[in-house]
Nanobody, 123 residues
Framework: QVQLVESGGGLVQTGGSLRLSCTAS????????MAWFRQAPGMKREFVAT????????YYADSVKGRFTISRDNAKNTMSLQMNSLTPEDTAVYYC????????????????WGQGTQVTVSS
């Protein structure tokens, strides 16, 4: 069974940092474009960041640019999201995805999604 599992979420104060990880099982991800999304309560799921198959190209939503860094380790079949300077507006469930494509700096069409990890930023 192919699975993506997110980890690393938690509660942090404004200005703090968290590092999320996404680990795959049952499938190698080195040929997949991958991405992070988030969904706040009552809101639609929104794109956060995406990274190319080799990890050489990445794109970010304007709201996280300069604060978040996406990376991947294909040897370990993992992807990460380093989140710095967190604010309460970053509070959401964060999801990783694989198997989509990038168009104009946005990720679309992922066929594999994790179950999400909660990030809560207190003021």
């Amino acid at each position: 069974q192919v699975q993506l599992v997110e980890s690393g979420g938690g509660l942090v104060q404004t200005g703090g940092s968290l590092r999320l990880s996404c680990t795959a099982s049952g499938r190698t991800l080195r040929r997949d474009v991958m991405a992070w999304f988030r969904q706040a309560p009552g809101m639609k799921r929104e794109f956060v960041a995406t990274i190319s198959m080799t990890g050489t190209t990445s794109y970010y939503a304007d709201s996280v640019k300069g604060r978040f860094t996406i990376s991947r380790d294909n040897a370990k079949n993992t992807m990460s999201l380093q989140m710095n300077s967190l604010t309460p507006e970053d509070t959401a469930v964060y999801y990783c995805s694989a198997g989509g494509y990038i168009n104009n700096g946005i990720y679309y069409g992922g066929d594999l999604w994790g179950q999400g990890t909660q990030v809560t930023v207190s003021s």
